[in-house]
């Protein structure tokens, strides 16, 4: 006893001694927690052959580029066999590649070529619905078992009086602004189905469709895949009494989803117990095969408290990475630094015990972060998301500041526009974000030799692109380049975060670790020039600070040297900044030190031995 305590005594006192280093569960971090994630959309990123469609080769032609940006994983939007309704969302085959995409050699291939590159790779996974070309579906529908249960079918409420069948409830569609139930006339049933009539809802109270789900996870890992991303987990199981759900307001029309209580189709206690089941699968199969973590994300536009259920607890985790939609769905460009802080600091207080942050600023879901805030703001946003304390999700092109293309009524594809029809398809489509990756300034932006791309390429393509941004001396690359390298310094994996808001329009946060080098990341998110005086915010700093890297619109360059005090530096409108306590300029990359900490715990354990063989 006496020995245990004196053992824990001398490792805290080492611990408190040796740094201030912020360990998640007492370990270091892991790979995903130090790198990038950056979400490929194949359909846009790089057309091999020609047909205007991105594909799988593509990709592994510009693998390059993802170790030039310095990421550590690829997340692939879905893949997979799928008549492509819901662009890959409707999947018809789990375990087979979609035509146009490729084969699973090609993606056998592209897996090798990013591993070679020490790059992880990471697929969709879309379990709470398959395509109704799924043969799963069609069997279901002639009730073949195994297959009778696997979709979730109700008989109708009813009849009307012309003799059509009712639905079995109120339930609306995500997508189609009417019921997510529809009639199959062969099983004289209803489908349940939350997104499009194309997506039939998975019927996760059917063991033997549970069974078949858990062959799917362990087919890709089998495959060697680093982990999922799972899709629309929310939606996964609905309540069994399949009651009407409640309008919030009666004067507003019967079919807007926003106006109904989702209690019964969102955020179901078996779905918890679901996706628990699939960590469990990912954990054994790293622990058996001895390889590195299998990496589950997920993604739950839900309340903030759901969305930290999705991370958990210490003792039963699920996901190490509940998307945080916080910096896109609580923040506009009406924000201040001050909503923006506290929507930073919401997700740090509700988030479990010994869990991990990350930070998602668009995706293909949502208008592009360029476009939303202005493209003055990228460098900034950039900044924000790859400095805070946890893992950045970067969406293709957001490193280029990509813009929102606009998409032509006519060449509109997005289902979640085209149902708003002609007058109100903008305010939602999803095309707009999705346009083919800007390579450089030739033939469609490099992207395809197609006359026509599958949707149009954004026409700044001749200004904003990779190559003009990797060419020029200041450019939104060059600064998420800085940026990432950044991440890899012990400082921004475990340091410390303070966050100030000196002004409703100034947001300014620190990165702090003993013996290493301070970040200090200064944004204004306002119109006017914002003056900080550092020295007043409580932070001990040296009076010279080092600019590491600043937004392209700041009057400052790498390697300048500004003072902390009052009137040092002003920062213009949508201007960011970080500044360190070190002059790290010409060294981008700072030698860890981590053979400094190994020396340390050899340290510690010689310590602990000789008072073992003392009390001994
Ligand atoms: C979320 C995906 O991100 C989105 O693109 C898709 O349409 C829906 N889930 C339905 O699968």
Redesign the pocket.
């Known amino acids: 006893m006496a020995l245990t305590k004196t053992f824990l005594l001398i490792k805290y006192i080492a611990v408190l001694f040796l740094s201030n280093v912020i360990l998640v569960n007492g370990n270091e971090l892991d790979w995903w927690q130090k790198t990038i994630i950056y979400q490929v959309y194949p359909r846009s990123f790089k057309d091999s052959n020609g047909d205007g469609v991105g594909d799988l080769k593509g990709i592994e032609q510009k693998a390059d580029y993802f170790a030039e940006l310095g990421v550590g994983a690829v997340w692939l939007?879905p893949i997979f066999k799928s008549p492509m309704k819901?662009?890959g969302?409707?999947i018809s085959n789990y375990t087979d590649i979609y035509e146009k995409f490729g084969t699973v050699d090609d993606l056998k291939s592209l897996k090798k070529k990013l591993n070679s590159l020490g790059i992880k790779l990471i697929l969709d996974f879309?379990p709470?619905?398959t395509s109704d070309e799924s043969e799963w579906f069609k069997k279901s529908v002639k009730r073949e078992d195994p297959f009778t249960d696997f979709y979730v079918w109700r008989d109708p409420k009813g009849w009307d009086s012309e003799g059509n069948p009712i639905p079995p409830n109120n339930w609306i569609s995500?997508?189609n602004i009417n019921s997510a139930w529809t009639f199959n006339k062969e099983r004289q049933q209803f489908y349940l189905h939350q997104?499009l009539d194309k997506?039939p809802d998975i019927n996760y109270r059917c063991p033997q469709l549970r069974k078949s789900m858990e062959d799917v996870i362990k087919f890709w890992l089998d495959a060697g895949i680093d982990g999922f991303r799972i899709?629309?987990v929310p939606y996964l199981v609905e309540d069994e009494n399949f009651l009407d759900e409640e309008y919030i307001d009666p004067e507003v029309p019967k079919n807007e989803y926003l106006n109904i209580n989702h209690t019964y189709t969102m955020d179901q206690p078996l779905t918890f117990e679901i996706i628990r089941s699939w960590r469990k699968i990912l954990d054994s199969y790293s622990k058996d095969k001895n390889v590195d973590t299998r990496v589950m994300l997920t993604?739950a536009y839900t309340t903030l408290s759901k969305t930290m259920e999705y991370y958990g607890t210490e003792q039963e985790p699920i996901s190490e990475m509940p998307f945080n939609f916080q910096l896109i769905s609580k923040i506009s460009p009406q924000s201040n630094a001050k909503d923006v802080a506290k929507s930073i600091q919401d997700w740090f207080d509700n988030m479990p015990a010994g869990k991990w942050a990350n930070w998602v600023i668009g995706?293909?879901?949502n208008f592009r972060v360029a476009t939303r805030y202005g493209t003055e703001m990228v460098d900034a946003l950039n900044m924000l998301v790859t400095l805070l304390p946890g893992t950045t999700i970067t969406y293709n092109g957001e490193e280029i500041g990509m813009e929102d293309v606009f998409v032509r009524w006519d060449q509109t594809k997005d289902?979640?526009g085209t149902v708003l029809g002609k007058d109100k398809y903008l305010t939602m489509t999803?095309d707009a974000c999705r346009s083919p990756f800007q390579w450089d300034d030739t033939y469609n932006a490099g992207f395809s030799s197609a006359y026509e791309t599958w949707l149009p390429v954004n026409p700044n393509f001749w200004r904003i692109n990779a190559k003009a941004q990797k060419e020029a001396e200041v450019s939104h690359y060059k600064i998420y380049r800085q940026l990432v390298e950044a991440r890899k310094m012990r400082t921004i994996q475990y340091g410390d975060f303070h966050m100030h808001t000196p002004t409703n329009w100034t947001i300014i946060f620190t990165r702090s670790l003993q013996n290493e080098t301070t970040f200090i990341v200064i944004i204004n998110m306002g119109t006017e020039a914002t003056e900080p005086d550092l020295t007043t915010l409580g932070i001990n700093l040296p009076s010279q600070l080092y600019v590491y890297t600043a937004s392209i619109n700041c009057r400052y360059k790498l390697g300048d040297v500004l003072g902390s005090g009052a009137r040092s530096f002003y920062l213009r409108p949508k201007a960011g900044l970080v500044l360190t306590t070190n002059d790290l300029s010409g060294n981008k990359t700072q030698p860890s030190s981590s053979s400094s900490k190994l020396a340390s715990s050899i340290t510690l354990s010689i310590i602990s031995l000789i008072f073992f063989l003392i009390n001994k």
Do not use: C
């Open positions: 939007n819901d662009f969302y409707d879309v709470n619905h995500i997508f997104f997506q899709d629309a993604e995706n293909h879901d289902p979640q999803r």
